[in-house]
T-cell receptor, first 114, second 113 residues
Framework: QKEVEQDPGPLSVPEGAIVSLNCTYSNSAFQYFMWYRQYSRKGPELLMYTYSSGNKEDGRFTAQVDKSSKYISLFIRDSQPSDSATYLCAMSGGPQGGSEKLVFGKGMKLTVNP | DSGVTQTPKHLITATGQRVTLRCSPRSGDLSVYWYQQSLDQGLQFLIQYYNGEERAKGNILERFSAQQFPDLHSELNLSSLELGDSALYFC????????????FGPGTRLTVT
């Protein structure tokens, strides 16, 4: 079983839709949960990170972590064509978790159609 | 622009050859991470350096090596190249060793023919 699982999609939605992206994981030592956005032919760009369980909101983006279910989500409200990109989840145990290396999901390709 | 620079942008070389990829971290960042991104494997962590010393190792092949210099730039050396090494190679940096806030460079696209 892979440490981090992410449906690679692709996902196509109309402009203005609410988008839900998800990852599951198996390593209970993960404490930090990140979402990266990667445009075609560019490096990944950090969108948000969350420590432990809970929600975090930043503009149209909301990240949720449910450690009991080992499940994380990213919601995008009022999606825009400029949100079209590949979204990667990433996780780390952090120094307390014994491993600081990031483990990435494979990425979900999102297209928002005008 | 993340502030992380990588050179070259593209590299085309033949099997069996050796190449060096270069990364300059953001100003003030002490930690550099190297990743390989391929279509089938996704983004794979290779190795981390912190202030000149190796800090963590991931799925890095023995044919690959890296170092971080006193000015904090880093180089990834890939030798005895195989077709399967064709991929995007990214470096990322962070201020401390906290891996959760990494800033990625634009990547080097390596094509092995």
């Amino acid at each position: 079983q892979k440490e981090v699982e992410q449906d690679p999609g692709p996902l196509s939605v109309p402009e203005g839709a609410i988008v839900s992206l998800n990852c599951t994981y198996s390593n209970s030592a993960f404490q930090y949960f990140m979402w990266y956005r990667q445009y075609s032919r560019k490096g990944p760009e950090l969108l948000m990170y969350t420590y432990s369980s809970g929600n975090k909101e930043d503009g149209r983006f909301t990240a949720q972590v449910d450690k009991s279910s080992k499940y994380i989500s990213l919601f995008i409200r009022d999606s825009q064509p400029s949100d079209s990109a590949t979204y990667l989840c990433a996780m780390s145990g952090g120094p307390q978790g014994g491993s600081e290396k990031l483990v990435f999901g494979k990425g979900m390709k999102l297209t928002v159609n005008p | 622009d993340s502030g992380v620079t990588q050179t070259p942008k593209h590299l085309i070389t033949a099997t069996g050859q050796r190449v060096t990829l270069r990364c300059s971290p953001r100003s003030g960042d002490l930690s550099v991470y190297w990743y390989q991104q391929s279509l089938d494997q996704g983004l794979q962590f290779l190795i981390q350096y912190y202030n000149g010393e190796e800090r963590a190792k991931g799925n890095i092949l023995e044919r690959f090596s890296a170092q971080q210099f006193p000015d904090l730039h880093s180089e990834l050396n890939l030798s005895s190249l195989e077709l399967g090494d064709s991929a995007l190679y990214f470096c990322a940096s962070t201020r401390s060793g906290n891996s959760y806030e990494q800033y990625f460079g634009p990547g080097t696209r390596l094509t092995v023919t």
